[in-house]
């Protein structure tokens, strides 16, 4: 059976273009590999492959100096939103760039430390307390391990 002959400009504009491999395939009446191979001995690279997103998604993490902001405490949630970028995209490029990713109990740590809260473990309950701009503390919460729901022991808002 003969196939169409592939035109390498037409393949180099379909492709440039980011019309899918399978449509291209489709096009030229061959499977998509015939594509992927004819492509690659063209030297072309799909605008929308693997590599291309990657090459995006690193450039506005750096645009957004994510590696600093992440070292000063911001969460992997909060830079994926910044990034539009999943959350385990901006965890891969932190690695890849050598940055130690903090565990869970870190993480939580460093944002109730961002907004002046301090947290305490023990085996049965957890103790949170959310401190002013003069280090008093103005609210006092104790979380049971069992249920989660806080037992608020001390409130300045109770008080006023």
Avoid: W
């Avoid at 035109?7 to 015939?34: M, V, W």
């Avoid at 492509?39 to 492959?49: E, F, I, M, R, V």
């Avoid at 008093?136 to 104790?142: F, M, P, R």
């Amino acid at each position: 059976m003969l196939r169409k002959p592939i035109c390498p400009d037409t393949l180099a504009t379909l492709y440039k273009d980011g019309e899918s491999i399978k449509n291209i395939a489709i096009r030229f009446d061959c499977d998509s590999n015939t594509i992927h191979r004819r492509a690659d001995a063209l030297g072309l690279q799909h605008p929308n492959s693997s590599q291309q997103r990657r090459k995006k998604v690193d450039t506005t993490l750096r645009h957004i100096n994510a590696i600093e902001r992440y070292q000063k405490g911001e969460s992997l949630i909060a830079l994926a939103a910044s990034a539009d970028a999943s959350v385990k995209t901006v965890r891969n490029y932190l690695m890849r760039n050598g940055v130690k990713i903090r565990s869970r109990v870190e993480q939580v740590a460093a944002t109730m430390e961002k907004h002046g809260t301090r947290f305490y473990k023990t085996e049965t309950r957890l103790y949170v307390s959310k401190r002013d701009a003069y280090g008093l503390v103005t609210e006092l919460k104790v979380y049971r391990n069992n249920n989660r729901k806080p037992i608020i022991l001390f409130s300045t808002a109770d008080t006023a």
